[in-house]
Nanobody, 122 residues
Framework: QVQLVESGGGLVQAGGSLRLSCAAS????????MGWFRQAPGKERTFVAA????????FYADSVKGRFTISRDNAKNTVYLQMNSLKPEDTAVYYC???????????????WGQGTQVTVSS
């Protein structure tokens, strides 16, 4: 079992940056592909970015490509989401998730964190 705890959310002005972190428990962290998802009020949870267990491959939603960067440090059991050039439409609760299957479908992810709020003011 994997437990995930996100941190790093907050309030930022448009054009600013934030870095989210997701700390994972367990000794098999590198076995899991990791993803970031977000959910705005009244909307469905959507895919943001994913990274393979080794960190060799990444995948991004078109809406964040070129602005967000996902990375991981398996020695620290942590995955990161660097968010630059933030826009008001990036406002959402951000979740990290772990999966043994690769992909952007949230149904493939077995473990989820509690979420961290990101608010971008205009």
């Amino acid at each position: 079992q994997v437990q995930l705890v996100e941190s790093g959310g907050g309030l930022v002005q448009a054009g600013g940056s934030l870095r989210l972190s997701c700390a994972a428990s367990g000794r098999t962290f590198s076995s899991y592909h990791m993803g970031w998802f977000r959910q705005a009020p009244g909307k469905e949870r959507t895919f943001v970015a994913a990274i393979t267990g080794t960190g060799s491959n990444t995948f991004y939603a078109d809406s964040v490509k070129g602005r967000f960067t996902i990375s991981r440090d398996n020695a620290k059991n942590t995955v990161y989401l660097q968010m630059n050039s933030l826009k008001p439409e990036d406002t959402a609760v951000y979740y990290c998730a772990a999966s043994l299957l690769w992909g952007k479908n949230p149904n493939r992810y077995d473990y989820w964190g509690q979420g961290t709020q990101v608010t971008v003011s205009s």
